[in-house]
């Protein structure tokens, strides 16, 4: 019998973090030891925050530290992963960060368990094969067209077929001036490109002014639109796709569990669900959600913006999905997130990506990355260390 | 023009913390300063996490801490307040934690404005007056029918007119033991009493399970039925409304944004929505959701488990909503609840609460506890100490 042993948190940062909407300037890494055997996990957000969650003195016996329904638990099966999920949600139900902290746990049992039975996560999960995803470029708005213009020129000559544009000036000035931003785009694209635009919550619950945007958004023929307003806003949601049957909506990344996702596909209507591993609970609640997704149509999506650790983790629950082709794949990452492992899952000539086959996520930890980018971190409670990193 | 000058955290607690579902045992109590102007709120649930959410570093532009987003701003008007709302939920976007951060300081900053304008808060929010409100007595089933009798006798006898049982073995054994629970406490409540019972999410999203113990629950003439499932179980919670037309729902103290609590009444179907005014994001979204909630026939109800502080907060959102009569009141907390302040909200004879007519949220802290019940939290991060608590 296997039970964890340890759980161990690599809180790593680039020197300089600045306000970009690009999350790979900072990772948490978590390590989780049984017996001989060590799995890999990354939990997305705030660093610092996950690891109070861990560590936090219990303030009752539903708000209980994370550690106190993971530390000694055993672990022999995938089902031990679903019983201390459960166990985290009920004995951690008011302290609302412990499903982030727990992902990159959950994430690292997964990797622990495939390495020990010599198998892919995926087939884990009871894929039989893993299909060749589509990555798409992400890229952010220009100032005006003609920045866009030349942002997406460079991703569609850097070879990808695929690309997201996102947040910028769009939704805050003129319709017409976003109109022209994703005609841009589109022309920069080709017209048998796949565009998408991710517009960041700028609307939050106003159905009118994101229904402006539509007819541009249709006129430049954009796959999907994505986060119109706030992650939980399931009525605006479901209101803009009644009303705009040839752009379909995109979100779900601020998902924290599988039912806030469903309630995104039920209610939302959305079109395309975008699930980040290292927030909605890990590996298992996302592949609920991907079964949840292909029953109703709805196209699955990783949502993924760190390491090729979390990168592999997400594709793991739609790995067999492969009428589900899409996926996001951070093209110009800080230095940390690519030295944080040695292999990499790297674009092939054809322009796709595929899975390891190798057991567990398939991918090595740096461990020099480790000491690099090393953020030290001391938490004190009346004089009692809770908490130092490692090394 | 004020501006917010500083935020300061004081984090108490019992000597001895337990398991019981008793949320008395800690507070994480919030002091917002403005010019010479003080404002008192409460922060519900882990308060380490929480204080770490205020001082985390920045993880990127859309996960900064929540001090990034409050010091320093203006806070003249209550619009300063959604103002400040709003920047927090978008550069807080991806820090799940920020929310209950943020709760207590909203709460502090309406009680500060209060105070500056002599107003109490129920009277910014637009009522004329504060009804009074009927308080029920929440206790535990006992181990079997006999010993929750016994419980619910002694609450009859201290003249609670309501009272609320809750978790305990419910739903965990058979149907028939739940039943005689449910009539051994009405027995003791005798018929005119309102009686609530509280299953602590118990059966998750079990629909099954939990409609074989609505039978009972009708036959105990049962006001509602709190919690059947787990917070954002909306669909499981419309199947059960539907089938059992005689005992309402109750649910919404894990609500950590009005979108989620507006989806439980919408989806959901509850006929009572519960709101933690220290984890929903303070009193502005609570007052949103009682405003959505009188206009769709649902009772607004507070959830309470902490000091006097937190009560008054928790009770301004629906002080004008009269037909809303119930409230949750916090009837044997450990004494860190009730030393907090030195004045209380206290049932007056003929049953009932009223809340009061001075400033702000009209209770005064007890600075001899802050010292008392002090738990000290040093952080520091790369040896820079970017937390150490007050006093």
Redesign the interface.
Known sequence: MLKIDAVDFYYL?MPE???????S??ALLVSVTAGTHRGWGEC??????S???F???????????VADSVLGQRIDEIADIDRVA?LV??QS?????A??TWSGIEIALWDLLGKIRGEPVWRLLGYQRAGKKLPYASKLFGHDADDTFRRVTRASSDGFRAVKVGWGPIGQGRVEADQEQFMAAREALGPDGQLMVDV??VW??DVSSAQLRVPGLEAAKVTWLEEPF?A????AYGALAQRSSRVRLAGGE?A??A??A??LI??GRVGFIQIDCG?IGGIGPAKRVADYAAQRSVTYVNHTFTSHLALSASLQPYAGLVDHRICEYPVAPRALARDITTNHLDIDRSGELSLPDSPGLGIEINESALQQYR?????????RR?FKSPG
Do not use: K
């Open positions: 940062s973090v600045t306000t970009d909407a690009d999350g300037q900072v997305e957000a705030s660093p610092l925050t690891i109070a969650a560590v936090s003195p219990m303030s009752h016996g539903a708000c209980r530290p459960a949600e009920r139900m008011d302290l609302l960060q499903v982030h960041g919550q939050r619950e706030l939980n806003a399931f009525d601020g924290h569990n039912l806030l469903e309630s039920e209610f927030r953020v030290d971190v001391e938490i004190l409670v009346n004089g809770l």
